[in-house]
């Protein structure tokens, strides 16, 4: 059908070659001109900004496909990381075959936990993959002495400890790993399907929301640095054209063919505002690429600039197999020891404290309302099961959610669900085709570096923005904001350059506050927490009231009783049935729990703060 202004055509037949129906001119039409897409449903709330793609709209296909692709791209560093980092703990170290089965595992167990999530969990846009938040437990495991790497001479040195050959080196670490794992993400599982976190969530305001968000970003720093300065030169080139195509260029409407009604057309879309990220990586790689065949970078290890080589990698392309379905027990039956779950159990706490956060910034992304608490305990819930997942297919890690892919939707201003549930099929695909994941892993980590730069900052700027509900001019709440958030960058700091600073005497109890204290999310929001809510102040003045009626209209306060909060955070195909009943009123992951029955009385007295 013909779009109702700009001259253009449906947005679906020039991506997918079918025309749209309904209002989709509108739509489209609006997606032209740069505005938000009018909806057939009243907005979820009101914009700071229009969003090309709000996160119940459903973008076309071959548009999904390319952004889903950009997130799996955002995703990949932190992902195949994880694997990087275990290797040699696990004594395979010299081995890229089992580098490479680690990896594509991580991408097939992120796949799923991702669309576990998207649909069932929070339903919000959240990627999920490995998280570092387990890595400090399982390296405390696997230095323990039953469990250290046996000493090499020169020629096992010269080929690795590990290899495909010698399974019984690398594997029971990983059994070990695994059982720790599945033990204590039943722990996660847990706390989310009994609703422990909802008492919570009612004690949570700006002010402890604000900097667990800002330090999620603040955190993460010292990575990028890291990464960029392999070449500051084409990390500072990345910098700059996420700059250029998401701000500068953001309105320019490129004109692209497209087909429909039978004839071809020109269609204008924002392709800067969608895929600055993707387009960013995809240039700085390419000239990568090109100084690397005309041998500019240098090629000995060491010499700055070698980073930015492509060819750093092309070993776990050879090794990668062409197609290989991970499966659970892949490694063999998974083993239990005490000290290693309760090590895991740190894991697991640590990275459903920082998921909670990652919610919130998410939904505020998205254009969503904040997510009530049985959408933050089915999150939780699904986190757990995304955990249990990828310690069964026995990646040595856990899942959680991934804060650039979060900050990556501020940027592109594309907060749809869909785009993130393809992104979920993407990793799967990844993870099966051993050799095209693996082609990926010859990007940069200075072009990963500068994208880190580009978009970690996003997070930081959405947790201070959150402040905007409380009075900032009362100094309890600057008082409460500065100190938390000062606390959380500088304790973990100086636990980091004394990591034997906590000796209670029990190891299980350092190993608990050594993990938990070296996490700046968890301290700034911990401290923001208990500050908020025993420092006298009012409802008004800690921002209480307008966080909670921030796109909720229950009239008796109850989390996720507003329309928009239940059209959104809705299960999908049994939403209307679960309303017909009354019993899952009382299951803290059903959309109806705490709701009162139509035509029951409202309590006199209540507010939002009780």
């Known amino acids: 059908m013909e779009a109702s202004g700009g001259g253009g055509c449906s947005e ?39 969003l090309l793609y709000g996160l119940e709209d459903r973008p076309p296909i071959l548009l999904c496909i390319i952004l889903g692709f950009q997130h799996y791209l955002l995703a990949f560093g932190g992902i195949i990381a994880i694997p990087l980092i275990l290797a040699e703990p696990l004594c395979a170290g010299g081995d890229d075959l089992v580098k490479g089965l680690l990896i594509n595992t991580m991408f097939f167990a992120s796949g799923l936990a991702t669309l576990l999530q998207t649909t069932l969990g929070t339903r919000l846009p959240i990627l999920q993959g490995g998280s570092l938040s387990f890595v400090a437990p399982a390296f405390a495991i696997l230095a323990l002495p039953e469990w250290q790497c046996p000493a090499l001479n020169g020629t096992e040195a010269a080929h690795g400890a590990a290899r495909p050959s010698e399974p019984e080196v690398w594997q029971p670490r990983m059994r070990e790993l695994q ?17 422990a976190m909802g008492p919570a969530l009612r004690l949570i305001g700006p002010l402890s929301i604000a900097p667990t968000i800002t330090l999620i970003g603040l955190s993460l720093f010292g990575e990028a640095g890291r990464k960029s300065g392999g070449h500051w030169g084409i990390a500072c080139l990345t910098v700059a054209l996420i700059v250029l195509f998401s701000q500068y260029l953001r309105d320019v409407a490129v004109p692209m063919p497209g087909f429909a009604g039978g004839r071809c ?213 600057v008082f409460i904001v500065g100190l938390s958030i000062f606390s959380g960058l500088a304790i973990p700091a100086w636990l980091k350059e004394n990591p034997g600073a906590i000796n209670t005497g029990v190891a299980p109890i350092d190993q608990t506050l050594t993990v938990l204290c070296t996490m700046s999310m968890f301290v700034g929001g911990f401290l923001g927490f208990v500050l908020d809510n025993t420092v006298p102040g009012t409802v008004e003045e800690r921002g209480l009231l307008a966080w909670r009626s921030h796109g909720q209209s229950d009239p008796d306060g109850a989390q996720g009783g507003g329309d928009a909060a239940t059209r959104v955070y809705d299960l999908p195909l049994i939403a209307s049935l679960l309303r017909k009943w009354t019993w899952p009123r009382r299951v803290p992951v059903c959309p109806t729990f705490g709701q009162r029955p139509a035509g029951a009385p409202i309590a006199v007295g209540m507010n939002c703060a009780a």
């Not at 309904?22 to 009243?42: F, L, M, N, T």
């Not at 956060?357 to 992304?365: K, N, P, Q, T, V």
């Not at 669900?417 to 050799?435: D, N």
């Open 179 to 195: 059982g720790a794992i599945m033990v204590a993400s039943l722990f996660q599982v847990a706390l989310g399907l009994t609703g």
């Open 12 to 50: 679906n037949a020039a991506f997918s070659g079918e025309g749209g129906d309904g209002d989709d001119g509108g739509k489209e039409a609006a997606i032209v001109a740069g505005e938000r897409p009018p909806s057939d449903e009243a907005p979820v709330e009101k914009r700071e900004e229009a």
């Open 265 to 477: 057309r020109v269609v204008r879309y924002p392709v800067f505002k969608m895929f600055s990220v993707l387009l960013a990586m995809c240039i700085s790689w390419l000239l990568c690429y090109i100084l690397t065949l005309t041998d500019a970078l240098p090629a000995e290890p060491g010499v700055p600039g070698h980073l930015a080589r492509t060819d750093l990698h092309l070993q776990a392309i050879q090794h990668a197999p062409w197609f290989r379905v991970p499966y659970p027990g892949q490694w063999g039956a998974p083993t239990l020891g005490a000290a290693s779950v309760l090590g895991m159990l740190c894991g697991v706490l640590a990275s459903a404290l920082e998921s909670v956060g990652d919610y919130a910034a998410c939904a505020r992304l998205a254009g969503a309302p904040p997510p009530p608490a049985h959408a933050v305990s089915r999150g939780l819930a699904a986190e757990g099961l995304g955990c249990l997942l990828a310690g069964a297919l026995g990646t040595g890690n856990g899942t959680t959610s991934f804060s650039q892919n979060i900050a990556a939707l501020g940027i592109t201003r594309v907060g749809s669900r869909l785009v993130l549930q393809v992104s979920g099929v993407i990793l799967v695909l990844m993870g099966i085709f051993g050799k095209c994941g693996a082609v990926f892993i010859t990007i940069p980590e200075p072009i990963i570096g500068g994208m880190f730069l580009g978009t970690f900052g996003m997070i930081a700027a959405v947790g201070i923005s959150t402040l905007q509900y409380a009075d900032m001019n009362s100094s309890r709440n």
